[in-house]
């Protein structure tokens, strides 16, 4: 069985902070793909990156930074010189190879004070 | 590229209607679309996948007698919460997948936000 835990049910830092948010997945698959999504207050949901298994390579765009790293089956996802505008709640999500069903984190509602 | 919409975005309704809730993808043909429910402050909960001239597949312990599925054409899905409850009421989001766009790709509408008194 697949399973995404996001242990931060919320985390709040004062603008200009880095942060982290924390992702850790269980499969047994060995081709999955692993998302990050911001939801805003307004609802909709905002794509943010998506991870295949085979590339365990960092990525940086710009504030933001993806950590993968196989051994401790984790996705972090770490949000540089925090903003205002970033708070929302971010959700980590997987979908295996098998199983076409994504397969969501409770998310992290992040607040970030001026 | 690859916007799907979805329409309305919000609606108020009495209890015991009926509210048909549409996910189009503009610019691509999906083959397959896939109808989420998200309560406050909770993730998102897949509730029935469909394919396109098929029969939707329903997740366990969603009523398909209550969530009506229809996928008539690549690019619109519709989903009719018949009878609607008080309980009912949530926040609906559908995501589309492109044709040959393979299972890891998904373009999320905008959501609809159905509160029935």
């Not at chain 2, 909960?45 to 329903?58: C, D, P, Q």
Request: aromatic share 12%; proline share 3%; hydrophobic share 35%.
């Amino acid at each position: 069985a697949q399973k995404v835990t996001q242990a931060q049910t919320e985390i709040s830092v004062v603008e200009k902070e880095d942060v982290t948010l924390d992702c850790v997945y269980e499969t047994r698959d060995t081709t999955y793909y692993l998302f990050w999504y911001k939801q805003p207050p307004s609802g909709e949901l905002v794509f943010l990156i998506r991870r295949n298994s085979f590339d365990e390579q960092n990525e940086i765009s710009g504030r933001y930074s993806w950590n993968f790293q196989k051994s401790t089956s984790s996705f972090n996802f770490t949000i540089t010189a925090s903003q205002v505008v970033d708070s929302a709640v971010y959700f980590c999500a997987l979908i295996v190879d098998s199983n076409y069903q994504l397969i969501w984190g409770a998310g992290t509602k992040l607040i970030i004070k001026p | 590229g690859a916007v799907v919409s979805q329409h309305p975005s919000r609606v108020i309704c009495k209890s015991g209607t009926s509210v048909k809730i549409e996910c189009r993808s503009l610019d691509f043909q999906a083959t397959t679309m896939f109808w989420y429910r998200q309560f406050p402050k909770q993730s998102l909960m897949l509730m029935a996948t469909s394919n396109e001239g098929s029969k939707a597949t329903y997740e366990q312990g969603v009523e398909k007698d209550k969530f009506l599925i229809n996928h008539a054409s690549l690019t619109l899905s519709t989903l009719t919460v018949t009878s609607a409850h008080p309980e009912d009421s949530s926040f609906y989001i559908c995501s589309a997948e492109p044709l040959g766009g393979g299972t890891d790709t998904q373009y999320f509408g905008p959501g609809t936000r159905l509160t029935v008194l």
